[in-house]
């Protein structure tokens, strides 16, 4: 048994959070996290309609009560208060809420007995965190897939471990056993995964997206604006969010000004997601898809990423020390 806040604290099985994915992790993933000893949580896009939240809730509950969380954006709640109000009446145990600061929210959320984690990106987002009252800090690095940062997890991880009290958890690039142990032997709480779960049937992605993660690389990806310029979505621009290489992304993603302008490059884009065109659609994902090798169960991924760690760490302990 791994023993870190998270197990301890929080009585998780394993220390392993399955990151909330807008659109690609609903309740169907988060129930298998939750269920294998992780938590699981549901991503929340900025579109998304009120009754999403109780109805995905309700399928990670279950009848065994199962914990979860909700991962909201700052910007979308700013935008849509009833977000937060629909996310609190559906009682999860942890939000998080990432780009942009969570601290309006930070004394409704915990009045309702509801645990707060944020995503940092830099040591001062991490002290900032911490004097807010955060209950988790997510350092997420520039390697993770989606909307994040421009600095390393490693970098980033040491940085904000020195820098705060407060548990944290390391997020972007973790896929492995060994990515877990490294995590937990710098002295995280535990891990924040997403891509590793990218490829498992539970996750709301077609089969051919699934194909396409299993087939790329580490080198595959790019950290771009080119899909929320196109699409015409409120993310601010410090959040660049990595996705799978395409055509779209080597046409648009050194010219981001001229793709402001081209309606007909925006219509392009509007279509090929219509239509699950991948050459010029998103996949949002991290460098770790290159470590993604089969389409396997969410619980197989949260039982090897656990259990693996915990072996792994026995035998560097013994040979190293
Ligand atoms: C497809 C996808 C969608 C994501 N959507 C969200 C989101 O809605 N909210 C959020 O806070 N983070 C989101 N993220 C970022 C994850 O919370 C997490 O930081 C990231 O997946 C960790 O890095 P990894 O992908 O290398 O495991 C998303 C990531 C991916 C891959």
Redesign the pocket.
Known sequence: MLRTHLTSVWNLRYPIIG???????RGRLARAVSEAGGLG?I???SNEPAEFFEREAAIVRGTDQQRFGF???AWAIEKRPELLQAAIQARPFLI????GSPEPYAELLHQHGIYLAT?VHSREEAIEAARIGVDLI?A??T??????GDVG?LPLLQAVLDAVQVPVVA?????TARGVAAALAAGAAG????????ASPECENTEQVRERIVGSRETDTVLTRVFDVAQGLSWPPQYP???LRNHYTDQWHGDIEALKTNDAARQQLARAIKEKDYDLAY???????GLVKQQQAAAVVVQQLGDGAEQLLHERYRALL
């Open positions: 990151a909330p994915m807008a659109y690609a992790g949580m991503g929340i896009g991962g909201l954006m998080s809420i990432s780009f995503q997510v997420q690095g390697e993770a897939g989606g909307h994040t997890t997020a972007g690039g973790i896929a891990v924040w995964v997403g891509t590793c779960l990218l969010g990595r996705a996949i949002y994902a991290g460098e770790a898809v």
